[in-house]
């Protein structure tokens, strides 16, 4: 069975900085691409940031870009996402998720449970 | 940046009734659509991709049409266990998510 579970979320103030990760089991972690989706409370859901399998490539939205940085470990089978200059808006349930094997595009297939970031002084 | 509208916001339904939202994209993106449902509290489950094929293991009241940058999702005979919010994502460009369309009791 393929689990995701994410941690590291925590209450920042505005400016500080915090890394989340996304522990993967039950399937090969360096063959699948793998992304940070965020819903701020109340809201929709928005694609934060993707990384390739092998980590060659990285991929952000504009509204993090410059500021948060994907990266993963594949012989941790770990997925991590440093968040730095931090504002109110990024505050957020994070997820993790993956795709199905070998699909391309590719829509998000399997998810964690989240993990929640509040920025705030 | 492809920009995905879903209408409407709310939709108010009793067990058993036809639901359908729509879903616009700003410009194409040929049938690349995935549909979710999610419940407070929970993770997104998709429900369908390539616009019109159905995930394993979701029920067939559930279905979806369109390709270019019109698509719908269609739940027929709408369940208890249905009220949830519902998010269309183009995975063309990117990904994009609709703004989610709440399903509630009537």
């Known amino acids: 069975e393929i689990q995701l579970l994410e941690s590291g979320g925590g209450l920042v103030q505005p400016g500080g900085s915090l890394r989340l990760s996304c522990a993967g089991s039950g399937f090969t972690f360096r063959s699948y691409p793998m992304s940070w989706v965020r819903q701020a409370p109340g809201k929709g859901l928005e694609w934060v940031a993707g990384?390739?399998?092998?980590?060659?490539?990285?991929y952000y939205a504009d509204s993090v870009k410059g500021r948060f940085t994907v990266s993963r470990d594949n012989s941790e089978n770990t997925l991590y996402l440093l968040m730095n200059s931090l504002r109110a808006e990024d505050t957020a349930l994070y997820y993790c998720?993956?795709?199905?094997?070998?699909?391309?595009?590719?829509?998000?297939?399997?998810w964690g449970q989240g993990t929640l970031l509040t920025v705030s002084s | 940046d492809i920009q995905m509208t879903q209408s409407p916001s709310i939709v108010s339904a009793s067990v058993g009734d036809r639901v359908t939202i729509t879903c616009r994209a700003s410009q194409t993106i040929n049938s690349w659509l995935a549909w979710y449902q999610q419940k407070p509290g929970k993770a997104p489950k998709v429900l369908i991709y390539d616009a019109s094929k159905l995930e394993s293991g979701v029920p067939s009241r559930f279905s979806g049409g369109g390709s270019g940058t019109e698509f719908t999702l269609t739940i027929s005979n709408l369940q208890p266990d249905d009220f949830a919010t519902y998010s269309c994502?183009?995975?063309?460009?990117?990904?994009?998510f609709g703004q989610g369309t709440k399903v509630e009791i009537k």
């Open positions: 994502q183009q995975y063309y460009i990117y990904w994009t």
């Open positions: 990384i390739s399998g092998s980590a060659g490539s990285t």
């Open positions: 998720a993956i795709p199905p094997y070998n699909k391309s595009p590719y829509y998000f297939q399997q």
